[in-house]
């Protein structure tokens, strides 16, 4: 349930997806929001502040209101002082650009400044912007400074090219908002100190070559994003992940699955919960990587393999009882979630999250995954959803599941 009287104070900057910014107005309102409005000159070109005025039964912002009310509070922090959340839709590219250098030139973006709640943006723009280097630095600044990003969808541009860009539909945003909104309200890892694994570990063969896997660490990345938010004190132990830093997320580099290893049976003590979204290599080479680089030759080349130490069965052998600790399986073919919950019993583990690795429409570098969160008891399938989403769920089933584990024993 969303918090009734939500109010949402709405940015609107100047793209033709302007349009689209009615509709979520209206979205907003059906779900029992009250909704602000703060438009760009630019924004105003593309649809009159005349149908939001009325739509949202308020005074649109603007920025000739000169920043002074008649009853002579401040603009851009009075419209900040009454809202929950503010979400920028359409966020264009010199918009975002703005907010990730600090300038505030515009009404709107001295209201982002002021701003000391939940900001979320959904970006709108060509497919050659969103791509640019530049806008792709502004994106990881924004959300390293804990800006909610709704990724752009692909479809065709209203420049009549078909690539990604355009701006998430408004479903898909109030979606966000509504999650933003819950999760705000969410405490319930207050107190608990939360070690998560990501990414995937590279096994080196020489000193330029190595046998990595595709993992891209986002799942693990929204789990420590989404556990801090809920309270939790988070350490990320992070193997080759490129994505910004998280806000107020401690985080070690462990680049191989011996690395990982040492630093999650060093932490592990000081942790309640454990959680191995890795993929970590199951063998590495059987000695000493070369120095330099192995030369090209006409022969076969033989490299040897053994296994690596299993991380979470040890971690598991030496759990306190008031410890949780979490595995990933990933699985593909029939019988996949049988097997994920064998894994699960032979690692002695409190939960496992499977996600199956045939569909090549989630799990790897994608943003959306599909799981099903199993535990000795029970088993919970959550549909395609962003990784945000999911990292949610997964939580709310961690956060019950210890306190239960706890109450038990
Ligand atoms: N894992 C680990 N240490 C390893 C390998 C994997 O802790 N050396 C963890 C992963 O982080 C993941 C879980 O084990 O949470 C499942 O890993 P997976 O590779 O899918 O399973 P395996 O352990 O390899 O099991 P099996 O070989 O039986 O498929």
């Known amino acids: 349930m969303v918090a009734k009287q939500a109010t949402v104070l709405l940015g609107v900057s100047g793209g033709i997806a302007v349009y689209k910014a009615v509709e979520l107005l209206r979205l907003f309102q059906r779900a029992g929001m009250d909704v602000r409005v703060i438009m760009t000159q630019k924004a105003t070109e593309f649809v009159g502040p005349m149908t939001f005025q009325t739509l949202s039964g308020f005074q649109v912002r603007l920025d000739n209101?000169?920043?002074?009310?008649?009853?002579s509070t401040i603009t851009h922090i009075e419209e900040g002082n009454l809202a929950d959340i503010m979400v920028i839709a359409p966020a264009t590219a010199n918009t975002l650009g703005k907010m990730a250098q600090g300038i505030a030139d515009n009404l709107l973006t001295t209201t982002y400044m002021a701003f000391s709640n939940t900001v979320v943006v959904a970006p709108a723009m060509n497919t050659n912007m969103w791509a640019h280097p530049a806008m792709q630095r502004n994106m990881d600044v924004l959300r390293a400074d804990g800006v909610y990003v709704v990724e752009p969808g692909t479809g065709e541009l209203a420049c009549g090219v078909y690539g990604s860009g355009r701006m998430a539909e408004p479903d898909s945003i109030l979606a966000a908002v509504k999650l933003r909104l819950q999760v705000d309200r969410k405490t319930d890892l207050r107190g608990l100190r939360v070690l998560i694994t990501a990414g995937g570990t590279r096994e080196p063969i020489d000193s330029v070559r190595y046998i990595g896997n595709r993992s891209s660490g986002k799942m693990g990345y929204a789990l420590a994003r989404a556990a801090h938010d809920r309270g939790a004190s988070v350490e990320l132990v992070k193997a080759n992940i490129d994505?910004?830093?998280?806000?107020?997320?401690?985080?070690?580099?462990?680049?191989?699955?011996?690395?990982?290893?040492?630093?999650?049976?060093?932490?592990?003590?000081?942790?309640?919960?454990?959680?191995?979204?890795?993929?970590v290599a199951d063998y590495k080479l059987d000695r000493n990587p070369q120095d330099g680089k192995i030369s090209k030759s006409r022969d076969d080349l033989n490299v040897c393999l053994q296994p690596t130490t299993d991380i979470l069965l040890q971690a598991s052998t030496i759990k306190r009882h008031d410890q949780y600790v979490v595995g990933f399986a990933a699985e593909y073919g029939p019988e996949a979630v049988a097997r994920a919950r064998g894994k699960m019993e032979r690692k002695r583990l409190d939960m496992i999250v499977f996600n199956d690795i045939a569909r090549r429409d989630i799990g790897f570098s994608s943003d959306y995954n599909e799981v099903t969160i199993l535990t000795p008891v029970g088993e919970t399938r959550v549909e395609r959803a962003p990784k945000e989403t999911i990292a949610e769920i997964i939580l709310d089933n961690i956060a019950r599941g210890i306190k239960q584990k706890r109450t038990a024993s």
Do not use: N, W
């Not at 107020?248 to 060093?266: C, F, K, L």
């Open 243 to 279: 994505l910004p830093r998280a806000p107020g997320v401690r985080e070690t580099d462990a680049p191989t699955a011996d690395e990982m290893y040492r630093t999650v049976m060093d932490r592990l003590p000081d942790y309640d919960i454990l959680i191995m979204a890795a993929a």
């Open 65 to 71: 209101d000169g920043g002074l009310r008649q009853d």
